[in-house]
């Protein structure tokens, strides 16, 4: 046996590995986060929402008899009929995964309380009741053996209420199921069955497709949304489930709620008005995107050297050739008068200038050559008559699209007509030669 002096020596030192490369921190704009189910609620109740613009848009086209929808005012949805009584939306959406609605579901139970509550509380001012949702209705043959399974199916059950003129007709399977329903919303057997007899059951569009099948079903065929592109459905959508959000919350932006008080409280009350959305107010298709129209503008250079003062020979003689010699002291003195001020105004903006008093010379012309085309009609002297023409379009101009001539008043625009026709731009009677005078 070897001893330890023939074993080979072994170095004191250990020997070790390299350290793994340092991992980069995550990025959380790279990862999902499935444990906050805040998004999934949020999509729920955008879908309640986009629903009530599905009961707008079916008004609009016709096909239901409403007038205005209610949001979150007694139900989901309290939706007002032409005919004065209102009709009741609930609607509920759950994982299909979950498997089709039965009566044993707690939701679907809690939804039939509710129904029996407002029918109770407004009789025969509701109507229909509808409960919505995007998941089926669990449904079996009419050859099913399993009775309780039967009993259990939302539609079978509420078929044979309707075939039944009271709760005492129920037959079984169905009696059993109606005995638990009336146990576990506390409330009278005639309540029940007169609730149940308007309770209605409706599939609407799954929750990865409703707001497309929004879009380019229940809108698109509106007749006014026909022409509208995929990008305007969509925007007019977001708009609509917008204000029916708005609808569905407290909020209250009617300034009459702060003097309400002061009325003594009378109607109409600003917070329920909030909820209401009539239908023919609310379905019109605004375009919010499309571009602001392009303001009409003149290109070129003034045709006026303001400060270069008025030619009075030349004013004179195309007043006195329009017969309205009387007119002339009046009209060379708003000349002067807007020369004054547009030199003022170019002190005060010159940034809009010469554009401006290009702006305002091109309408001012464009007014007094319309009018001297429908004076010229009759014989002249003609000028009186298209002078007050031209007073009353300039008057309109400076008052209906004040924008466009720069907010100048009418007694600057008269006085560049007056500065025009000494430019010998303007005429107030036919072109004759104008004699050389003093200025």
């Known amino acids: 046996m070897a001893n330890d002096m023939d074993q080979p020596a072994r170095s004191g030192r250990r020997r070790t590995r390299p350290a793994p490369p340092a991992q980069p921190d995550p990025d959380p704009a790279t990862i999902r986060n499935t444990s906050d189910p805040g998004d999934a609620t949020g999509r729920n109740f955008r879908y309640q929402h986009a629903y009530g613009v599905i009961l707008l848009a079916a008004a609009k086209r016709g096909e239901r008899p ?106 079984p399977p169905f009696d059993t199921t109606f005995a638990t329903l009336q146990a576990e919303c506390g409330c009278g057997a005639e309540e029940l069955f007169g609730t149940l007899s308007r309770v209605r059951l409706v599939v609407g569009p799954s929750r990865t497709e409703f707001e497309a099948t929004l879009s380019h079903e229940h809108l698109g065929s509106l007749e006014s949304c026909r022409g509208l592109s995929p990008a305007q459905l969509d925007e007019f959508r977001d708009d609509l489930i917008a204000r029916v959000h708005r609808a569905s919350t407290l909020q209250v932006t009617n300034p009459f709620r702060h003097l309400r008080a ?81 030199l003022a105004d170019v002190q005060r903006r010159p940034e809009a200038y010469p554009a401006l008093q290009r702006q305002l010379e091109q309408l001012v012309l464009g007014e007094c050559a319309e009018a001297h085309l429908r004076a010229r009609r009759s014989p002249p002297p003609y000028g009186p008559a298209m002078l007050i023409d031209v007073q009353n379009r300039l008057r309109r101009l400076a008052e209906e699209r004040p924008a ?36």
């Open 66 to 171: 409403y007038v205005a929808i209610w949001c979150e005012h007694h139900e989901d949805f309290l939706a007002e009929r032409s005919d004065g009584r209102f009709d009741g939306w609930q609607v509920k959406t759950s994982r299909p995964e979950r498997g089709p609605w039965t009566l044993r579901d707690a939701e679907l139970v809690h939804a039939i309380g509710r129904f029996v509550e407002l029918v109770t509380a407004f009789g025969d001012r509701i109507a229909d009741l509808y409960f919505v949702s995007n998941k089926t209705y669990d449904e079996v043959g009419p050859g099913h053996a399993d009775q309780s399974k039967r009993a259990r199916c939302p539609g079978l059950f509420l078929d044979h209420l309707r075939s039944c003129t009271s709760h005492a007709e129920i037959a």
């Open 262 to 342: 002061l009325a003594g409280g009378c109607d109409p009350d600003p917070a329920l008005a909030a909820k209401r959305l009539a239908v023919d107010d609310t379905v019109i298709y605004r375009p919010r995107s499309a571009a602001l129209p392009i303001p009409f503008a003149f290109p070129g250079t003034p045709d006026l050297n303001l400060g270069q003062g008025i030619a009075s020979s030349v004013l004179k003689q195309k007043l006195d050739r329009g017969g309205l010699l009387e007119e002339l002291d009046t009209m060379e003195s708003r000349g002067r008068a807007a020369e004054y001020n547009l």
């Open 404 to 439: 466009m001539v720069g907010y100048h008043q009418y007694e600057c625009l008269i006085g560049v007509a007056a500065l025009l026709t000494s430019e010998c731009l303007v005429w107030w009677s036919p072109r004759f030669p104008i004699a050389p005078g003093p200025a």
